[in-house]
């Protein structure tokens, strides 16, 4: 085994590093405060490849692979929360689907507009009112045909990046007698007549990522905006949440990386008793167990992009990753608060918002529980 970056994974995390720290660090608080996406910093992010890391070239995208992906969104994460959610979101959840199942005609007219931040980003929703985890069976969005069109008729909860997309990828209900093969993906563009996406939600944290409902009255879209065969949306859905679990992991990492930070810096500059408090045992021990934990869940998460890259199966790896991931970081964000003490809970520190940012983690792509599930049963299955 090789655990050593590629020269050009090395040169690649450094990219991003500069990036993030040049234009997402600056302006986290605000974003957050404002709750106000950063169009101008993620405009910037196109020519640097970070909008079209599922892109193949030849539709204006970076193509990297899955190790630099999760780098990508690491060091995103240690940058600005908000900001890498809502690239993990256009990249794993917008973009992807069309880049893998979508036809020659959908990856011509759609990608290169997403690709280079010029424009609008991707989205993905699947999640609806009255159904979270259930998939199969909570799908009610319906698309119908109608000549050579798709109606569309329903309503998303939780949709990320809504507002600010070119387009809403969107898992419907095409045979209504249910099943493993009733399900599929359409692409919906947002100037659509009778779509509407609703004001954006007020959320705990990630509040520079706008989040909304969004209904369908009658949305009439193209046959062709079908992503792959009729049927097999189910199937898209769940491949698209494996590659977005290590994502959502890599950001959780760059989170509690982040925080790990602000704890060291805190604990050298506080004095108590005489001392700085880096002097004592028990921070130190609180400091050691921040760095082991950020150290497992990256290497996970490079172990489930590695066999993502290499084609082989890794949908309990993917699993295990984030749930690793995303619950290390409220551990390692909750310890570097109790490093600042009363100063961690006032929003003039980082890590009170970096602890709101993490909640989300261990919901969103699946929540804890589900990924327990799906590590189980496959444990299990032998």
């Given at each position: 085994?090789?655990?050593?970056?590629?020269?050009?994974?090395?040169?690649?995390?450094?990219?991003?590093?500069?990036?993030?720290?040049?234009?997402?660090?600056?302006?986290?608080?605000?974003?957050?405060?404002?709750?106000?996406?950063?169009?101008?910093?993620?405009?910037?992010?196109?020519?640097?490849?970070?909008?079209?890391?599922?892109?193949?070239?030849?539709?204006g995208g970076s193509n990297?692979?899955?190790?630099?992906?999760?780098?990508?969104?690491?060091?995103?994460?240690?940058?600005?929360?908000?900001?890498?959610?809502?690239?993990?979101?256009?990249?794993?959840?917008?973009?992807?689907?069309?880049?893998?199942?979508?036809?020659?005609?959908?990856?011509?007219?759609?990608?290169?507009?997403?690709?280079?931040?010029?424009?609008?980003?991707?989205?993905?929703?699947?999640?609806?009112?009255?159904?979270?985890?259930?998939?199969?069976?909570?799908?009610?969005?319906?698309?119908?045909?109608?000549?050579?069109?798709?109606?569309?008729?329903?309503?998303?909860?939780?949709?990320?990046?809504?507002?600010?997309?070119?387009?809403?990828?969107?898992?419907?209900?095409?045979?209504?007698?249910?099943?493993?093969?009733?399900?599929?993906?359409?692409?919906?563009?947002?100037?659509?007549?009778?779509?509407?996406?609703?004001?954006?939600?007020?959320?705990?944290?990630?509040r520079g990522s706008p989040?909304?409902?969004?209904?369908?009255?009658?949305?009439?879209?193209?046959?062709?905006?079908?992503?792959?065969?009729?049927?097999?949306?189910?199937?898209?859905?769940?491949?698209?949440?494996?590659?977005?679990?290590?994502?959502?992991?890599?950001?959780?990492?760059?989170?509690?990386?982040?925080?790990?930070?602000?704890?060291?810096?805190?604990?050298?500059?506080?004095?108590?008793?005489?001392?700085?408090?880096?002097?004592?045992?028990?921070?130190?021990?609180?400091?050691?167990?921040?760095?082991?934990?950020?150290?497992?869940?990256?290497?996970?998460?490079?172990?489930?992009?590695?066999?993502?890259?290499?084609?082989?199966?890794?949908?309990?790896?993917?699993?295990?990753?984030?749930?690793?991931?995303?619950?290390?970081?409220?551990?390692?964000?909750?310890?570097?608060?109790?490093?600042?003490?009363?100063?961690?809970?006032?929003?003039?520190?980082?890590?009170?918002?970096?602890?709101?940012?993490?909640?989300?983690?261990?919901?969103?792509?699946?929540?804890?529980?589900?990924?327990?599930?799906?590590?189980?049963?496959?444990?299990?299955?032998?």
């Amino acid at each position: 085994m090789d655990f050593e970056l590629s020269e050009e994974q090395k040169t690649w995390k450094k990219i991003v590093h500069d990036y993030a720290e040049k234009e997402l660090r600056p302006k986290a608080r605000e974003v957050d405060e404002k709750e106000e996406f950063n169009w101008e910093a993620v405009r910037k992010g196109g020519p640097v490849g970070l909008l079209g890391l599922n892109i193949p070239e030849e539709y204006g995208g970076s193509n990297v692979d899955s190790i630099s992906n999760s780098i990508a969104m690491e060091e995103l994460g240690w940058g600005c929360g908000s900001t890498a959610l809502a690239f993990t979101a256009h990249n794993g959840l917008g973009t992807a689907p069309i880049a893998i199942f979508g036809s020659e005609e959908l990856k011509k007219k759609w990608l290169p507009l997403v690709a280079t931040g010029m424009n609008k980003l991707g989205s993905l929703a699947l999640t609806e009112p009255g159904a979270g985890s259930d998939i199969q069976g909570g799908v009610l969005t319906r698309a119908v045909r109608d000549g050579d069109e798709w109606v569309i008729n329903g309503s998303k909860m939780w949709n990320t990046n809504a507002s600010i997309a070119e387009y809403i990828i969107t898992l419907v209900r095409t045979d209504p007698k249910g099943g493993s093969k009733s399900l599929s993906m359409i692409l919906v563009p947002t100037d659509a007549k009778g779509l509407t996406i609703h004001p954006a939600e007020k959320k705990m944290g990630l509040r520079g990522s706008p989040t909304h409902a969004v209904t369908y009255e009658d949305v009439r879209v193209p046959m062709g905006y079908l992503i792959g065969p009729e049927g097999r949306g189910l199937q898209q859905t769940l491949a698209t949440l494996d590659a977005g679990r290590i994502s959502i992991g890599a950001i959780s990492v760059g989170l509690a990386r982040g925080a790990m930070e602000a704890a060291i810096s805190y604990a050298k500059e506080r004095k108590a008793f005489n001392q700085s408090i880096a002097d004592f045992q028990a921070i130190q021990f609180k400091i050691a167990n921040m760095d082991v934990e950020i150290e497992l869940a990256r290497t996970y998460i490079y172990k489930a992009s590695w066999l993502k890259d290499q084609g082989r199966p890794y949908s309990k790896e993917a699993a295990i990753a984030k749930l690793y991931a995303t619950e290390m970081a409220e551990r390692v964000i909750y310890d570097a608060i109790q490093i600042h003490g009363g100063f961690g809970y006032s929003r003039e520190y980082h890590v009170e918002r970096m602890y709101r940012d993490a909640r989300l983690m261990t919901i969103g792509e699946g929540t804890s529980e589900i990924n327990r599930l799906v590590i189980s049963r496959q444990v299990l299955a032998g």
